[in-house]
């Protein structure tokens, strides 16, 4: 019914699409032209050239066949040698040092330091010097405020040794927050540098690095200071192998830290608080409980024993204290995670205002240094409460007070007044050699630094934010065999 059947296909030609045609043609580029030359250089010749051997000469010593010389040793070489023997015992030439008849009696200035993007407008509030003796860094803030601390503030340093040293502009500058009231170097890193806030924070910082320097803080807490901080101190436990910082406050809390740099953070370590109950008793306040706090101005550390401190307050009395000591605790009323206790072991007879500066020397166990704002400066043994030595410069406010760090009987202080004394005390026990005034305003002068390395400088900061650096003469930092014992003499002697 149904059958397949295939059809030839029907083709439709475009009535719009025109169709393409395809032709193949060639192209030949010219045959390129090459040419190869050769360049020869110059001949050149090595020639060697001798010098002539010289013969050794043989040393011969001559002959003495008289024996003359032989006799002259025999009877000269114990003539000799015994009073080489008794030189040694010698003192006859302790305060002699050659060349010292000069002219360079005196102290000059060497170098003016300033941050001239401040402009004046903060003071240098501490100095400190690194471990080498060649940087010396600034903080900077106010002395005085009305309120909770708001100002931009500055840690700044400059290397003294740098020939490319700009004077008005630091080599690292460090900006904060906060006013920076205290700052110090570690005392074998020469990077390292801690420093405590107005707000009570404890900072360290790395200057190596070159981003973040900041490598720890204590924070805001209730295991920081409560108050202004007003002392960072490195100590040494008692075997010379850990070092650790110790901070002080207005709060009375003195605290040892050790740092966490992975969670980079100051942890306490241990701590102290100083309080009412160990004031003297004409000092104490009926009614007011013995577990008050007493602010911290200052502290010092002994040279020879590691667990003694000298403590300054703002109640103008000196405390000697222990770090094993076991004082009555802190009130319930103080936040900490650690025990506080109270440190003190001795009082010693109160300045007429608070304290300003404790130092104990470096070159006798019993004595210390003290400054007022009673304007000052006292000369203590650690063994009798009633100062040996007082001196009254009569310049103001004395902010602080420090040792010579090579001779024994030299300090110096710096005043309300504008001024930098320095007294050498087997010269003249109250008088200083040397009255400088450090600025021509008369303005405050809150802190001075012998350079423990480099004993010839010497540093001051100012209410202008200006620092200056002093060159001293080789009589104030040559030492003697009995600078020692005339300290000692007159400590000694007057604590009898």
């Known amino acids: 019914m149904f059958t397949d059947e295939i059809l030839e296909g029907v083709n439709f030609t475009s009535t719009w699409k025109k169709e393409r045609y395809i032709n193949d043609s060639g192209t030949q580029t010219g045959a390129l032209m090459v040419s190869d030359e050769a360049v020869q250089s110059y001949t050149y010749v090595d020639e060697a050239v001798q010098t002539d051997e010289e013969p050794r000469k043989k040393l011969r010593l001559a002959d003495d066949v008289s024996g003359r010389l032989l006799e002259f040793l025999r009877k000269t070489e114990p003539l000799l040698s015994r009073q080489l023997v008794s030189n040694l015992h010698s003192r006859a030439f302790d305060d002699y040092t050659v060349g010292e008849d000069d002219e360079n009696t005196g102290v000059t200035s060497l170098h003016t330091l300033t941050n001239a993007a401040l402009n004046e407008e903060l003071q240098v509030t501490s100095l400190s010097w690194n471990s080498t003796g060649s940087v010396i860094a600034a903080s900077y803030g106010k002395q005085e405020h009305e309120d909770w601390c708001t100002h931009r503030t500055v840690l700044c340093t400059w290397n003294l040794d740098r020939s490319s040293m700009v004077h008005d502009k630091p080599d690292t500058s460090i900006e904060l927050d906060s006013c920076l009231m205290y700052i110090a170097f570690h005392p074998k890193n020469p990077a390292i540098i801690a420093g405590g806030n107005f707000n009570g924070e404890v900072m360290l910082w790395d200057l190596s690095r070159e981003d973040d320097m900041l490598i720890a803080t204590s924070g ?141 020397s470096p070159f006798h166990r019993n004595a210390f240094l003290s400054s007022s704002m009673d304007q000052c400066i006292r000369l203590y043994s650690l063994l009798q409460a009633q100062p040996v030595l007082t001196i009254e410069p009569g310049e103001g406010y004395v902010h602080s007070a420090a040792w010579s760090p090579v001779k024994a009987t030299v300090l110096a202080a710096t005043t309300q007044s504008g ?78």
């Open 220 to 360: 805001l807490g209730e295991d920081a200071h409560q108050e202004p901080v007003t002392k960072v101190y490195w100590i040494t436990d008692a075997k010379g192998k850990k070092i650790y910082l110790v901070s002080a406050s207005g709060d009375g809390k003195i605290i040892q830290w050790k740092i966490d740099r992975k969670a980079q953070r100051l942890m306490p370590k241990e701590g102290f608080m100083l309080m009412t109950g160990s004031l003297p008793r004409s000092m104490k306040v009926r009614g007011v409980r013995g577990d008050r706090e007493v602010g911290v101005t200052c502290l010092s550390f002994h040279a020879e024993d590691k667990d003694t401190f000298i403590v300054g307050s703002e109640a103008g009395v000196i405390f000697k204290c222990s770090m094993h000591s076991q004082g009555p605790p802190a009130g319930s009323h103080v936040a900490s995670s650690i025990p506080l206790r109270s440190p003190v072991t001795f009082t010693y007879s109160p300045h007429h205002g608070p304290v300003f500066s404790v130092e104990c």
């Open 419 to 496: 001024m930098l004394l320095i007294y050498d005390l087997k010269r003249g026990k109250t008088v200083p050699i040397h009255s400088i005034p450090v600025n021509t305003k008369k303005e405050p002068v809150y802190s001075c630094q012998f350079n423990p390395q480099q004993p010839q400088l010497l540093a001051t900061g100012d209410a202008r934010g200006c620092i200056q650096v002093f060159s001293l003469s080789s009589s104030l930092r040559t030492a003697s065999g009995k600078d020692a014992d005339f300290l000692g003499d007159l400590v000694n002697v007057t604590a009898e």
